[in-house]
């Protein structure tokens, strides 16, 4: 019988969240159904069935985690019977939680015999605990639970049968662990405190607030760019006075369409690494990968964390095809609606606080990728010109974060140099 296994959908996706079932045990299922929403570390995504068949069991109910690879459901040709559950599920649950599984025995079902008069069926008698059948002295074994379910129970001393349970068929899902421990009264003493549980639960002034899925994935990545890659960062403050004047004459050509500064600097970024494509690479181990095509992520941040959408072939692109691109992103990235080829594939990031009046930043990189662009705002500033006056100006400031492994000072600062200079003089940018 083929497994549903738990899909990845994004590059940087470790495990998935099962959202909603659109199937339930014993339904049709075609190749290109909507089959089930799986949450992954940056959206929330559809997932097709690849095949035909009907839904046999459902091994991981709503609102709990797969790793990658791991069976979420069984499959079933038409015409085979659908079975009440996958005989080796009880011993795959109890090798996984370190227990040795018991020989099979027989045990009769507690519920009534059905409308016509056939006998119970007899299942194994660790499927029957794990299914919440009773044995065959009346003793009630444990409700239906999934095997996360029970660790969860069993390490807060917490009694299942006392539980209803939310998942198909009344199965105790994690959810309802959660659920049983948030309402139960604090234990005078806990064997096993958690060094920092006890100063925030007596708190009444902090609220422990869960980290989303996206803001782990955040963490984890950048925490791992700080420590393992070396960056260093270059600063250039540029004159947009040409810039800006460029944009307007655009905006007035395209109307009702519409580019932003940060569409103008994706592009000239795109431009300069078509022309000198020194930071248009990844470091690995024993290679440098210099990739072909410039493929530009733009960063936008969600309250639950941060997402990077790619403007594949920037460079090929024309800056109202980029402004466009970039609205449909951000739009669906805060709708957590990104597919996993809208986040991936990227070879170089721009990251853009201007609109927030921050005036500089220094950025992580987003590994793989070799460098990552901080965009401050536009401010008007006082400069001394070649004549000695005074005069007003409108500049913002660059900060280049790059890796050292992959591309040395003076390459990096004659990268910026060329940006600099396609941002002061626009017309080279979509020459």
Known sequence: MPEILMPRLSDTM????????????????????????????????????YEDGVLGEILVAEGETASIGAPIATLVAEGETVPAARPASAAETSAANGQVAAPPATVTDAPAPAANG??????????????????????????????????LARENDIDLTALTGSGPGGRIVRADIESAL????????????????????????????????????????????MQTTPHFYLTR????????????????????????????????????????????????????????????????????GLVVPVIRDADRKSVSQIGADTRELAGRAREQRLTPQEMSGGTFTVSNLGMFGVDSFTAVINPPEAAILAVGATRKDVVVGDDGEFTARDRLTLTLSVDHRACDGATGAKF???????LENPFRIVA
Not at 26 to 40: M, N, P, Q, R
Not at 121 to 148: I, K, M, N, W, Y
Not at 416 to 422: D, I, N, R, S
């Open 416 to 422: 910026l140099g060329q940006l600099a200079e396609l």
């Open 118 to 151: 056939a006998a119970p069926a007899t299942v194994p008698a660790q499927a029957a605990e794990a299914a919440g059948t009773a044995t065959s002295d009346g003793a009630r074994s444990r409700p239906p639970s999934s095997p996360l379910a029970r660790r």
């Open 14 to 49: 470790e495990e998935g969240v099962v959202s909603a079932w659109h199937k339930k045990p014993g339904d049709k299922v075609t190749a290109g159904d909507a089959l089930v929403d799986i949450e992954t570390d940056k959206a929330l995504m559809e997932y097709e069935a």
């Open 182 to 225: 948030k309402s139960a009264p604090a234990p005078a003493a806990p064997q096993v405190p958690s060094p920092a549980a006890p100063a925030v639960a007596e708190d009444p002034d902090v609220e422990r607030v869960p980290l989303s899925r996206i803001r782990k994935v955040t963490a984890r990545r950048l925490t791992e760019s």
């Open 237 to 304: 403050i540029v004159d947009v006075g040409a810039l800006l004047a460029f944009r307007k004459t655009l905006n007035e050509a395209l109307s009702p369409a519409k580019v932003s500064v940060n569409d103008l600097i994706v592009k000239a970024c795109a431009t300069a690494l078509r022309a000198n494509p020194v930071l248009n690479v990844s470091f690995t181990e024993d290679n440098l990968l210099v990739h072909k095509r410039v493929n530009v992520g733009v960063a936008v941040a969600l309250d639950d």
